[in-house]
């Protein structure tokens, strides 16, 4: 669409049986980045490139660490023309013309179900990627927070948990001086109790002084939290 709601050009993408998209990104030149899945006996991760006049220009198809259930949740352009896309498959960097520059796996765990669908986002040439992910030992997912660089070193990865029970990460966001914040569902303690919005601020800085790998809980210096089943929103002391 133009600024004015004109319908400007329409593709569909049509690649197997089902096809989702389920992140969109467009680039300095107005090129247009689409990524999500192509079912093909079970899920496969697929990135799209169409030009700004709707023209497809390539289609990449990657399976990576989830196989049988792969997608594409996250997509950026960067300024220098490269494209990161993120999602249950890994971190994978392109260049414009659609090939593979290096491809990160995350190395653990995650979960495959239909609403876990990682986030990405970007800051001065580093990338930041919530996911859920179940910690060592245990069966039920945990916020699970983690930093790359351009070149796809990991540079800090942090996980919380309220309590053993499941955790859903909704949103990430980036403020301008070093602040990551995530939010979603955390499991209030018992089925009586029901589940919490929890709200997580990690220090840039501080994730970076610590150990690349690292449980945090309120006594870490990395992070805030704030709990919306703890706090007293109106002031009526309940």
């Known amino acids: 669409y133009n600024y004015d709601g004109d319908l400007l050009w329409e593709q569909t993408f049509d690649h197997s049986r089902t096809d989702k998209a389920l992140a969109l990104a467009v680039d300095s030149l107005g090129a247009v980045y689409v990524g999500g899945y192509a079912d093909q006996s079970g899920w496969r991760a697929i990135l799209v490139k169409y030009t700004h006049d709707g023209i497809l220009q390539w289609d990449h198809v990657f399976v990576g660490q989830a196989s049988g259930r792969s ?12 494209i990161y896309a993120a999602g249950n498959v890994g971190l994978i960097k392109f260049d414009s013309s659609g090939d593979t520059l290096w491809y990160r796996p995350y190395g653990e765990n995650i979960w495959y179900y239909d609403f876990n669908y990682p986030l990405l986002a970007g800051h001065s040439g580093n990338f930041y990627i919530a996911l859920n992910s179940p910690l060592p030992g245990q069966s039920t997912a945990s916020y699970s927070v983690r930093s790359y660089s351009s070149g796809g070193a990991l540079r800090w990865l942090r ?80």
Not at 168 to 178: K, M, P, T
């Open 159 to 238: 996980r919380y948990q309220q309590d053993p029970g499941a955790h859903d990460i909704r949103a990430l966001a980036l403020d301008s001086i070093g602040g990551v914040f995530v939010s979603g569902k955390a499991f209030g303690g018992s089925p009586l109790t029901g589940d919490d919005a929890v709200t997580i601020k990690y220090s840039e800085t501080e994730c970076l002084d610590m150990d690349s790998d690292s449980w945090c809980d309120a006594d870490d210096n990395c992070v805030e939290i704030w709990n919306m089943a703890q706090t007293d929103l109106d002031g009526d002391g309940v």
């Open 71 to 82: 997608m594409i949740s996250g997509v950026l352009c960067e300024p220098d023309g490269y």
